[in-house]
């Protein structure tokens, strides 16, 4: 099923603009996140999509070729996968899949078929018969996930869906998750703050910020290509090299660097992987913090702007503490991006 | 093990204060089952009071039943659906009307009855029926039913639950049907125990709404202060126990068990 | 029908109700209390009158007494079953709080047991000693009532103290008596102000047990009760019930904002 928003907005009753007026299109088997900080919006327009809220006049939803604006909730047939997960503490796990179906008033020995069918598909087949509260986090998600999709939606909804689990477990459920979907082939639409969860699941994702989507591509695009200063720090977190630019030269507290172009009215961004240390480097900092990763060390260094900035070195030699270095970020590194108003 | 001066003094006034409410409960069992209460137990003990009291009575005992049931009923048609509505509209204009319900509860009986005769008193076909005493046990225990299920409800995310349901497929009824009632379920056996507690009871609203033809149990109860004899006024004490105590302890159990889930 | 409709449609019996036999009454009641031959001056009545004025003062000063004979001993009763586990601690608990049940009428009938004539204590007791229709009989009745409505709301504040904070106390070299003053009180303070004011209300209204022991004492549920039905004094008893009414209310809002917890007052 193909999703088209048209310029869909929202304010709420005290005058907050939610969402202003956006243009979104899922494409059939699509998985996209709305990725952004708190209160950007995303967790609003996926409850204008579900039908959970009502957008500003003037704002229109297509399922295919269907007006689903008016539509209520209950009969859009979207699948959702709630934050809390909103199990019915009432039903047994098998009961709360079955509810969907119940309500589609299909005969018991179909809504029965359904159900062994997506107990199989979520591995939950040894708890079936359990009740909502004999479930440990991991497993109440793949319920309420099971739950959404048992009815074969047109869409499937999921507002921040690995959010109420601990670390560890966020990322084998991550992982999980990007299976699972792909394999239901199912349009859907996925709410997160957390970037590596966004880039694990979808197709693609749309990064949101105040109310608006500020870019929308592939997780690779973004992170190469972000657009505005917000989408680089925001996803894979850029810093900003704050500084004096000059044409093609950028002049820091610890030293110069070459821009890959004009810089005029830009403000440059560099990643951590892309600072490296090297000691024919043209900047100078000191070590301020030296964190083991395993695979990497991550480098708290200081003097170069006027902020800390990080570095990931994977050598031998390991630089102490306070010891004065050189670094060189590559030229084509850099990224150049129009300076906020 | 109570060592301490302190303790002992608490241990004291503990046993006092349950020596005060126990004793005189004991003599009014006791002297329901003597045969003569002034002479003591030694006269023997005896069911004639309790069976006198049947003869007597009988029809105050199955009145008051019949009371708690209709009263339940009807808390449970006008409450349920109530506390459900506070509890999907929570604002200043529900706090307000929760708080006007819960009238009754602070205002004395008496004032009530007496608002009640003013306006319905010359509606003599109402004045003389049952439901006028059943509309002050409504009345009197309506905001205990509403605010034992409210509190289950406020307890739980009502709202996403709802939702959950709605994004299934479920209409506003299916969800009321299906979340909402099997979900308040721990509220509103508490609250049912309480209504019926209560309708039994309940004395100052009936003592000025029922009529000599429709004497409640604890109407009666008055009654048999006042003109029988210390044994049957006890006897039918007891009768009023029996049905009351157990009662009262099923109450106590459901609402322990309701808050222990609204935690 | 849409979500909003569906919860307005669930709240129209409770407005319904409320309006017919609650609102539309209380409002006639006012009307009746002004409606006497001496219109809005019955109200003035009340405090001018000596009949309504000592009613009013006495119905005060045995509900004071009741309140701070209830709030002691069940504070005193309260605090040591939540803090001793033992034996039999359960059955002390049961007993306290299965009047929990009895209405006014009841209880009048087991004082009058204790301090009728043919009451317990008059037998035990050489010489004529009966004391049930007195003010001490009403304000034992009252106490009666009142033990286990206080003793459940004290109990369920003194279980949310820390005990933390008391052994701080002991740590930091606090006496017992100055933990109770300092640690103890100040805790239980929302909940004692809470209970006190309702049994403060109660028994200004108290009817059942009234009727029963006062009919030679003029406290305000008896004073209403034989204005309206022997003197036919509709405006009085309209009136009266409505001062009480309003006193009763206030108090029990200031208890409920303190404590929440709502223990049935009427009976």
């Given at each position: 099923?193909?999703?088209?928003?048209?310029?869909?907005?929202?304010?709420?009753?005290?005058?907050?603009?939610?969402?202003?007026?956006?243009?979104?299109?899922?494409?059939?088997?699509?998985?996209?996140?709305?990725?952004?900080?708190?209160?950007?919006?995303?967790?609003?327009?996926?409850?204008?999509?579900?039908?959970?809220?009502?957008?500003?006049?003037?704002?229109?939803?297509?399922?295919?070729?269907?007006?689903?604006?008016?539509?209520?909730?209950?009969?859009?047939?979207?699948?959702?996968?709630?934050?809390?997960?909103?199990?019915?503490?009432?039903?047994?796990?098998?009961?709360?899949?079955?509810?969907?179906?119940?309500?589609?008033?299909?005969?018991?020995?179909?809504?029965?078929?359904?159900?062994?069918?997506?107990?199989?598909?979520?591995?939950?087949?040894?708890?079936?018969?359990?009740?909502?509260?004999?479930?440990?986090?991991?497993?109440?998600?793949?319920?309420?996930?099971?739950?959404?999709?048992?009815?074969?939606?047109?869409?499937?909804?999921?507002?921040?869906?690995?959010?109420?689990?601990?670390?560890?477990?966020?990322?084998?459920?991550?992982?999980?998750?990007?299976?699972?979907?792909?394999?239901?082939?199912?349009?859907?639409?996925?709410?997160?703050?957390?970037?590596?969860?966004?880039?694990?699941?979808?197709?693609?994702?749309?990064?949101?910020?105040?109310?608006?989507?500020?870019?929308?591509?592939?997780?690779?695009?973004?992170?190469?290509?972000?657009?505005?200063?917000?989408?680089?720090?925001?996803?894979?977190?850029?810093?900003?090299?704050?500084?004096?630019?000059?044409?093609?030269?950028?002049?820091?507290?610890?030293?110069?660097?070459?821009?890959?172009?004009?810089?005029?009215?830009?403000?440059?961004?560099?990643?951590?992987?892309?600072?490296?240390?090297?000691?024919?480097?043209?900047?100078?900092?000191?070590?301020?913090?030296?964190?083991?990763?395993?695979?990497?060390?991550?480098?708290?260094?200081?003097?170069?702007?006027?902020?800390?900035?990080?570095?990931?070195?994977?050598?031998?030699?390991?630089?102490?503490?306070?010891?004065?270095?050189?670094?060189?970020?590559?030229?084509?590194?850099?990224?150049?991006?129009?300076?906020?108003? | 093990?109570?060592?301490?001066?302190?303790?002992?003094?608490?241990?004291?006034?503990?046993?006092?204060?349950?020596?005060?409410?126990?004793?005189?409960?004991?003599?009014?069992?006791?002297?329901?089952?003597?045969?003569?209460?002034?002479?003591?137990?030694?006269?023997?003990?005896?069911?004639?009071?309790?069976?006198?009291?049947?003869?007597?009575?009988?029809?105050?005992?199955?009145?008051?039943?019949?009371?708690?049931?209709?009263?339940?009923?009807?808390?449970?048609?006008?409450?349920?659906?109530?506390?459900?509505?506070?509890?999907?509209?929570?604002?200043?204009?529900?706090?307000?009307?929760?708080?006007?319900?819960?009238?009754?509860?602070?205002?004395?009986?008496?004032?009530?009855?007496?608002?009640?005769?003013?306006?319905?008193?010359?509606?003599?076909?109402?004045?003389?029926?049952?439901?006028?005493?059943?509309?002050?046990?409504?009345?009197?225990?309506?905001?205990?039913?509403?605010?034992?299920?409210?509190?289950?409800?406020?307890?739980?995310?009502?709202?996403?639950?709802?939702?959950?349901?709605?994004?299934?497929?479920?209409?506003?009824?299916?969800?009321?049907?299906?979340?909402?009632?099997?979900?308040?379920?721990?509220?509103?056996?508490?609250?049912?125990?309480?209504?019926?507690?209560?309708?039994?009871?309940?004395?100052?609203?009936?003592?000025?709404?029922?009529?000599?033809?429709?004497?409640?149990?604890?109407?009666?109860?008055?009654?048999?202060?006042?003109?029988?004899?210390?044994?049957?006024?006890?006897?039918?004490?007891?009768?009023?126990?029996?049905?009351?105590?157990?009662?009262?302890?099923?109450?106590?159990?459901?609402?322990?068990?309701?808050?222990?889930?609204?935690? | 029908?849409?979500?909003?409709?569906?919860?307005?449609?669930?709240?129209?019996?409770?407005?319904?109700?409320?309006?017919?036999?609650?609102?539309?009454?209380?409002?006639?009641?006012?009307?009746?209390?002004?409606?006497?031959?001496?219109?809005?001056?019955?109200?003035?009545?009340?405090?001018?009158?000596?009949?309504?004025?000592?009613?009013?003062?006495?119905?005060?000063?045995?509900?004071?007494?009741?309140?701070?004979?209830?709030?002691?001993?069940?504070?005193?009763?309260?605090?040591?079953?939540?803090?001793?586990?033992?034996?039999?601690?359960?059955?002390?608990?049961?007993?306290?709080?299965?009047?929990?049940?009895?209405?006014?009428?009841?209880?009048?009938?087991?004082?009058?047991?204790?301090?009728?004539?043919?009451?317990?204590?008059?037998?035990?007791?050489?010489?004529?000693?009966?004391?049930?229709?007195?003010?001490?009989?009403?304000?034992?009745?009252?106490?009666?009532?009142?033990?286990?409505?206080?003793?459940?709301?004290?109990?369920?504040?003194?279980?949310?103290?820390?005990?933390?904070?008391?052994?701080?106390?002991?740590?930091?070299?606090?006496?017992?008596?100055?933990?109770?003053?300092?640690?103890?009180?100040?805790?239980?303070?929302?909940?004692?102000?809470a209970s006190g004011a309702i049994a403060f209300a109660t028994a200004m209204g108290a009817f059942g047990t009234a009727f029963t022991l006062a009919t030679n004492i003029d406290v305000i549920p008896m004073v209403i009760?034989?204005?309206?039905?022997?003197?036919?004094?509709?405006?009085?008893?309209?009136?009266?019930?409505?001062?009480?009414?309003?006193?009763?209310?206030?108090?029990?809002?200031?208890?409920?904002?303190?404590?929440?917890?709502?223990?049935?007052?009427?009976?």
């Amino acid at each position: 099923m193909t999703l088209n928003l048209t310029t869909t907005a929202k304010t709420f009753g005290d005058g907050t603009k939610a969402l202003l007026p956006t243009n979104l299109k899922v494409n059939t088997g699509e998985i996209v996140s709305l990725l952004g900080p708190s209160g950007c919006g995303k967790t609003t327009l996926l409850r204008i999509i579900a039908g959970l809220e009502t957008p500003d006049p003037g704002g229109k939803i297509w399922f295919d070729s269907d007006d689903v604006t008016d539509l209520p909730v209950e009969r859009r047939q979207v699948g959702m996968v709630f934050q809390s997960y909103a199990l019915f503490p009432n039903m047994s796990v098998r009961a709360n899949i079955g509810y969907g179906l119940k309500m589609k008033k299909l005969p018991k020995a179909d809504i029965e078929a359904r159900v062994s069918e997506v107990l199989e598909m979520c591995q939950l087949n040894d708890y079936a018969q359990r009740a909502i509260t004999a479930l440990s986090g991991g497993q109440r998600q793949r319920v309420a996930l099971a739950r959404a999709i048992a009815p074969r939606p047109r869409l499937l909804l999921l507002d921040e869906p690995l959010s109420a689990l601990d670390a560890a477990l966020r990322e084998t459920l991550r992982d999980e998750l990007a299976i699972l979907l792909r394999k239901f082939n199912i349009t859907a639409i996925f709410v997160t703050h957390d970037q590596n969860e966004a880039m694990a699941i979808a197709d693609r994702v749309a990064v949101m910020s105040h109310g608006e989507i500020v870019q929308s591509g592939t997780p690779e695009e973004l992170y190469r290509k972000p657009n505005s200063t917000f989408v680089a720090s925001f996803v894979g977190s850029a810093m900003h090299l704050a500084g004096e630019i000059n044409g093609s030269k950028l002049k820091l507290k610890g030293g110069e660097v070459s821009l890959p172009a004009d810089g005029t009215g830009c403000e440059a961004f560099v990643r951590a992987e892309n600072i490296q240390i090297n000691k024919n480097g043209s900047l100078s900092g000191y070590v301020d913090t030296v964190t083991f990763l395993g695979t990497h060390y991550r480098v708290g260094i200081s003097g170069v702007i006027s902020e800390p900035i990080t570095s990931i070195f994977s050598g031998n030699k390991v630089p102490k503490l306070g010891e004065k270095i050189r670094l060189t970020i590559e030229t084509q590194s850099i990224l150049l991006l129009p300076s906020k108003a | 093990m109570f060592r301490s001066k302190t303790k002992l003094l608490q241990l004291t006034v503990t046993l006092t204060a349950c020596a005060f409410l126990l004793i005189p409960t004991l003599m009014s069992v006791l002297a329901g089952v003597t045969v003569n209460y002034f002479k003591g137990v030694s006269s023997g003990l005896t069911f004639k009071w309790v069976l006198n009291v049947w003869e007597l009575y009988a029809d105050s005992i199955f009145l008051s039943l019949w009371l708690a049931i209709a009263c339940l009923i009807v808390t449970l048609i006008i409450g349920l659906p109530a506390a459900y509505g506070l509890a999907r509209h929570p604002g200043w204009l529900s706090r307000l009307l929760e708080e006007f319900i819960s009238l009754p509860l602070a205002v004395p009986g008496l004032a009530l009855a007496l608002a009640l005769l003013q306006l319905y008193g010359t509606l003599s076909g109402f004045r003389t029926s049952w439901t006028f005493i059943l509309v002050g046990h409504v009345l009197y225990t309506l905001p205990f039913m509403v605010r034992s299920i409210l509190a289950v409800l406020a307890a739980m995310d009502l709202k996403t639950l709802e939702e959950g349901a709605a994004s299934l497929g479920a209409s506003p009824w299916q969800r009321f049907r299906d979340i909402v009632v099997p979900n308040a379920m721990p509220g509103i056996l508490a609250g049912a125990l309480t209504v019926v507690t209560l309708s039994i009871g309940e004395f100052n609203l009936t003592w000025m709404l029922h009529t000599p033809y429709l004497k409640t149990l604890p109407v009666g109860l008055a009654d048999s202060y006042a003109s029988m004899r210390l044994e049957i006024a006890s006897a039918y004490t007891l009768v009023f126990f029996v049905l009351i105590v157990p009662l009262l302890m099923a109450m106590q159990w459901a609402s322990a068990r309701a808050q222990r889930i609204a935690q | 029908m849409t979500n909003r409709t569906f919860v307005l449609t669930c709240l129209t019996p409770l407005l319904i109700f409320s309006l017919a036999f609650l609102a539309f009454p209380l409002m006639r009641l006012f009307l009746a209390s002004v409606e006497g031959d001496n219109g809005w001056a019955v109200y003035l009545d009340i405090i001018r009158k000596p009949r309504y004025i000592n009613t009013l003062v006495l119905t005060v000063l045995v509900s004071l007494a009741t309140t701070f004979a209830a709030l002691a001993v069940s504070t005193t009763a309260g605090m040591f079953l939540v803090r001793n586990k033992f034996r039999g601690r359960n059955i002390l608990l049961s007993i306290l709080t299965l009047p929990l049940a009895f209405p006014g009428v009841v209880i009048g009938f087991l004082i009058i047991l204790l301090g009728g004539r043919q009451g317990l204590i008059n037998q035990i007791t050489p010489g004529h000693v009966v004391f049930a229709y007195s003010v001490l009989g009403l304000f034992l009745g009252y106490l009666y009532f009142s033990i286990p409505r206080v003793l459940l709301t004290v109990m369920a504040a003194a279980e949310k103290l820390d005990p933390a904070l008391e052994e701080a106390a002991r740590t930091l070299g606090a006496n017992p008596f100055r933990v109770v003053v300092d640690v103890i009180l100040p805790g239980l303070m929302p909940s004692l102000i809470a209970s006190g004011a309702i049994a403060f209300a109660t028994a200004m209204g108290a009817f059942g047990t009234a009727f029963t022991l006062a009919t030679n004492i003029d406290v305000i549920p008896m004073v209403i009760y034989t204005e309206f039905t022997l003197s036919a004094n509709i405006a009085m008893a309209a009136a009266l019930s409505i001062v009480l009414g309003i006193v009763t209310w206030i108090l029990l809002l200031i208890a409920r904002s303190l404590s929440g917890t709502t223990v049935a007052a009427g009976g």
